[in-house]
Structures are given as C-alpha cells and as structure tokens.
C-alpha cells in the first residue's frame, strides 16, 4: 500500500502564497501521476491540478496562472505552489497518486487532506 501525508497549509491574507508538499511512502510502487484535489464546504471535491510521471500538466481553470504543480521524482513528493490566493481558494487540499503496484495491480491513494484558509 501507499500512504500519502500532506504538508503546507494554514492561513494567510488574500493576495498571498502557500507551498503545499505531498511525500507518498510504502514500499514496492510506480507512480504513474500525482494530483491535488480540494473540497470547499458545501462543494464537491475538485480537481486542481495534475501531474503524470513524464511531467506533463493540467490546471483547473480557476487556478490556471496561479497555482503550480511540480514532482520530484526520486523523492516521491509532489508540490502545489500557489500564489495570488483568493478568498475562494479555502478549502481542504488532497493529494491523490495512482500508482502501479505489485502483480500488474494499480491502486488510487489519497492522502487526509490539509486545510488552506484565505482571507479577503
């Protein structure tokens, strides 16, 4: 199994920056592509952006030009740098990898999560 822990959030003003980490763990896993999510209360989680193990990217568009997905591979950590945080950026962030595992399986991890508050 793999085990995801996120880092990274907390509290700041409108206008502001944040660099969340994600470190996943475990033993005997390839990781095909890391993702962070986020769930607002009230709201439906949603994908922010996303990452594949050759480095390619998507945004949601709400994001795109400010937030900033990255991966270290040979640490198996991703990262979301954002800045120019708006109010409506709070909510709880996820990181979610898919991996291969062992006897050609593929799992979906997710981590529990890291709350990022923005204040107008």
């Known amino acids: 199994q793999v085990q995801l822990v996120e880092s990274g959030g907390g509290w700041v003003q409108a206008g502001g920056s944040l660099r969340l980490s994600c470190v996943a763990s475990?033993?005997?896993?390839?990781?095909?592509?890391m993702a962070w999510y986020r769930q607002a209360p009230g709201k439906e989680r949603e994908l922010v952006a996303l990452?594949?193990?050759?480095?390619?990217?998507n945004y949601a568009d709400s994001v795109k030009g400010r937030f900033t997905i990255s991966m270290d591979n040979s640490k198996n950590t991703v990262y979301l740098q954002m800045i120019s945080l708006k109010p409506e950026d709070t909510a709880v962030y996820y990181c979610?990898?898919?991996?291969?595992?062992?006897?050609?399986?593929?799992?979906?991890?997710w981590g529990l999560g890291t709350q990022v508050t923005v204040s107008s």
């Open positions: 990452i594949t193990g050759g480095g390619n990217t």
């Open positions: 979610k990898a898919d991996c291969n595992l062992p006897s050609n399986m593929r799992g979906e991890f």
């Open positions: 475990g033993s005997m896993f390839i990781i095909n592509d």
